[in-house]
DNA sequence: TATTGTTATACTCTATAACTATA
DNA sequence: TATAGTTATAGAGTATAACAATA
């Protein structure tokens, strides 16, 4: 039944947010010698996977705040991951690029994120692990 | 295929992550003024539904460390929400009750929660929430 | 020796508000 | 007026390490 409430236990986002925090736990255990947070990663590989991305992009497709992002671009910058050029056409702009050790860190952290992945869907068959997906895309939006 | 990974829109933890801020970021909205987070209910409600229960029983449930748990403990205590007695058996023990001011918030949260769950939930049939609770059970053990 | 609660400390993520430069 | 980037600031959550009291 909807909108009746009886332990903690029925409480979907309750489950989200133990589910979120055994799979971060599980990446910050493991791979520590990245020296890259998940966030960190995420924006690492948009950045190479959309040379020239702005950060108000980057805030949207990961659904962050304009500060929020500033930090952890600036915080993968400073490692010398990826790099900023003006914008051609609007100088208001920073268009940023991976550099060539960002994608070499890159290509580390996809073989972390790989087994990492695996690890997680180790639970799931290929037919369940399609469901999950939608769902939390659904979620999302 | 397992171990491949392409873009990271392909990554489950991704959109976990995504989905739990989605979440956060509707409770956070929508309920501040409850005064409370949601992992400060968490412990009312826990505590509520488990009279003496201890620090550490709290942290096992919502798998938190146990300084952190303290803070959240101590946090809602302050609030009046909880308060501590003594354990009769073990005197390392403080065991954890909801006072009434605690009891008329917890209701008052859970109504909240109803409506956020609603919001959550109204994507899904009642077969695929099923399906999504199974799995993120599954995902925290 | 192990457990419970505690404190100090630090880091990440998150957001708001206000500012500058540009559109 | 609106947008992009920036900075300052603050709060929440997370964890590690070390300690005292108790088992």
Do not use: Y
Request: proline letters at 1%; a positive charge.
């Amino acid at each position: 039944m909807r909108g009746e409430l009886g332990g903690i236990d029925e409480v979907v986002g309750f489950h989200l947010r133990l589910a979120h925090g055994a799979v971060l736990r599980h990446f910050s255990e493991h791979f520590a010698e990245l020296g890259l947070t998940q966030k960190q990663v995420s924006v690492l590989w948009l950045t190479a996977d959309n040379p020239g991305i702005a950060q108000t992009d980057l805030a949207v497709r990961l659904q962050m705040d304009r500060a929020t992002t500033m930090a952890i671009v600036h915080a993968i910058e400073a490692k010398g991951l990826i790099e900023r050029r003006p914008s051609a056409t609007d100088r208001r702009r920073v268009a940023w690029f991976a550099t060539d050790q960002g994608s070499a860190a890159l290509a580390r952290a996809k073989l972390a994120i790989g087994r990492h992945e695996d690890w997680l869907k180790s639970r799931f068959t290929e037919a369940e692990l399609a469901a999950l997906l939608s769902f939390l895309k659904r979620i999302h939006g």
